[in-house]
């Protein structure tokens, strides 16, 4: 069975530099979540797309901004890097809204240096 | 206080043993309760959620919510080598759009 791709697994990334990571979710999956897990933490929210419009905003710094495509993929643009933004990036898809029963993807590293 | 409270662990125990995973909560809007396990370098997976109070089994896995006590149990029965994993708890309450909010994890160790 199809489950939630994102895209790059790794990355490694400079300060001061822009990252873009993709998530493509399952297919007739209609929202997308963000999540940003350091190391040892728990998954914290950023931001979540329903039917291409933007349903929630959690802890998303102002450098960071989203958004979600006609095919419902989604993308987390992340600019001006800075060493703390190193983690695990995943995301998350469900169909109608709702986080219940939704999948993860296998999640991108992101290593600022 | 974060709402939701994990014991980070690790916690090792050795195989065939009973697992007991606990997390503690503030919010008493929480209605829907997860678990979630977490394989190194891998997404959660979903194992199993409950809504309200109540008892839930599915195999080896039994979750158990106490919303007077704000208190959620995973217990895991002949508990596995391959069970090895962080087990995240997390709750969310009822609204639609609604954000999961996730314990920190606990590292279980089964030790053959």
């Known amino acids: 069975a199809a489950g939630v791709i994102q895209s790059p697994r790794h990355l490694i990334k400079e300060k001061r530099e822009t990252a873009t990571l993709k998530c493509y979710p399952i297919p007739r999956h209609d929202t997308v979540y963000w999540y940003q897990q350091g190391p040892g933490q728990d998954p914290q929210f950023l931001i979540s797309f329903y039917e291409k419009m933007q349903s929630d905003k959690g802890s998303i710094p102002d450098r960071f901004s989203a958004q979600q495509f006609s095919d419902y993929h989604s993308e987390l643009n992340m600019s001006s890097l800075e060493l703390g933004d190193s983690a695990l990036y995943f995301c998350?898809?469900?169909?109608?809204?709702?986080?219940?029963?939704?999948?993860f993807g296998q999640g991108t590293r992101l290593t600022v240096v | 206080q974060k709402e939701v409270e994990q014991d980070p662990g690790p916690l090792s125990v050795p195989e065939g043993a009973i697992v007991s995973l606990n997390c503690t909560y503030s919010n008493s809007a929480f209605q829907y309760f997860m678990w979630y396990r977490q394989y190194s370098r891998k997404g959660p997976e979903l194992l199993m959620y409950t809504y309200s109070s109540g008892n839930k089994e599915d195999g080896r896995f039994t979750a158990q919510v106490d919303k007077s006590s704000k208190y959620i149990s995973l217990f895991i029965r002949d508990s596995q080598p391959s069970d090895s994993a962080t087990y995240l708890c997390a709750m969310s309450n009822l609204n639609r759009d609604d954000k999961i909010i996730f314990g920190k994890g606990t590292r279980l160790h089964i030790l053959p």
């Open positions: 998350a898809s469900s169909l109608g809204g709702g986080l219940i029963e939704a999948f």
